[in-house]
């Protein structure tokens, strides 16, 4: 079910581990991309029920990324979340005027992104 499957994208691979693997304890299916052209590319054809997306990302970088995802009709109503370091004053005000519909600044605090997915996409597991 789409709305139980949370697409990442994210090139840092212990930040990848730990994403993935909250999401996996909490009941979530995960698909993974490591550049802004495979979360794109994963988000049309699998259809997420979110996305979080790392801004500083290879190749498309997350805020354009999250323009092609907007301006695609099978995936403009997408959650998508930004999870970036960026965490100063006004960024996060930066990413949802862009266009997200949610911001996680890193480190990720645990147990806030798994209330934040639940909001998103309802609970799942024993979490």
Known sequence: MASERVLIA????????????????????????????????????????LVLMDIELDGVDGLTALRLLREDERTASTPIVAVTAQAMAGDRERFLDAGFDDYVPKPVNVRELVAMVRRYCGGHGDG
């Open 10 to 49: 994210e090139d840092n691979e212990k930040s990848m581990k730990l994403l993935r693997d909250v999401l996996l304890l909490n009941g979530y299916e995960t698909l993974e991309a490591t550049t802004g052209e495979q979360a794109v590319e994963l988000a049309i054809r699998h259809d997420p029920g």
